[in-house]
């Protein structure tokens, strides 16, 4: 894994715009801060973007590919659930699919199934094996999908990797269909089970996660994008899984 440049510079917050932040602790030279306005927990200044993206090869896509059946079955519980709670039909589409194991779910309970993911190795697996045919390669912002696309949208541990928070919600919600979801999971820093001693978390990572949320700085976040929580589920884990879609307008 890479480390941050020591020219880095400093960014503000995400979620509240601040640049006031507190030193926990630093872990292979990086520095993970707290916001002092929102609370938000990140590395700051923030890795270089190479080195991010370096986290990301094909080796781990190997390691999760191995696990194949047990995956398959696991994200078939999770597209159950949404079309149960949700959204019953329509298109969907995973964000960071890695090997498209959401995908072939999606598609297997009757979704207009998608995938964008950035390892290419993860991508030509979903293609060859899985047989999934809408799976893109690169940034999500990058793809131009049409406005209003999706009526489902799923990031299953991505959210803390992606290096422009205000970038990726603003094409989330581009591109969200009225009445369409997206849901997020993610680590939890205020979970109880959540160490009090942050660095000796197994969720912190250093040039991978870059981001920690906790329930309100994520409900934020989306809020300033006019995303509102739809539902939020209770997780026994040390993660967050929260359902955002459109905020509609109340008429005066």
Same mark, same amino acid.
Do not use: D, Y
């Given at each position: 894994m890479g480390k941050a440049s020591a020219?880095?510079?400093e960014i503000a917050c995400p979620v509240c715009g601040g640049g006031q932040f507190e030193l926990l602790f630093t872990k292979r030279d990086e520095s993970f801060v707290r916001c002092k306005a929102c609370t938000l927990m990140l590395i700051n200044p923030p890795p270089d973007p190479d080195s991010s993206s370096a986290t990301y090869d094909e080796d781990y896509s190997q390691a999760y590919i191995r696990k194949a059946d047990k995956k398959?079955? =696991?994200c078939a519980g999770w597209v159950?659930?949404?079309? =149960?709670?949700?959204?019953g039909s329509g298109r969907w589409l995973d964000v960071g699919c890695s090997a498209g194991f959401v995908v072939r779910a999606a598609a297997d309970h009757g979704f207009d199934a998608?995938?964008?993911?950035?390892?290419?190795a993860a991508v030509e697996y979903g293609r060859d094996a899985?047989?999934?045919?809408?799976?893109?390669?690169?940034f999500l912002e990058d793809q131009g999908y049409p406005d209003s696309f999706f009526d489902v949208i799923s990031l299953y541990d991505v959210i803390e990797h992606v290096p422009d928070l205000n970038h990726?919600?603003?094409e989330l919600d581009r591109?969200?269909?009225?009445g369409g979801v997206i849901e997020i999971r993610t680590p939890n820093v205020d979970h109880w089970q959540t160490p009090r001693d942050l660095s000796t978390w197994k969720e912190v990572k250093p040039s991978e996660h870059l981001y920690y949320f906790s329930f309100t700085t994520l409900k934020t976040l989306f809020e300033n994008h006019g995303l509102s929580v739809r539902h939020k =589920?209770?997780?026994?884990?040390?993660a967050l899984n929260v359902y955002f879609g459109k905020t509609v307008a109340v008429a005066p």
């Open positions: 020219a880095a510079a398959l079955k =696991r159950k659930r949404v079309r =149960r709670r949700f959204v998608h995938g964008v993911e950035v390892e290419s899985l047989k999934l045919k809408n799976l893109r390669c690169g990726l919600v603003t591109i969200l269909a009225p =589920r209770a997780m026994l884990k040390p």
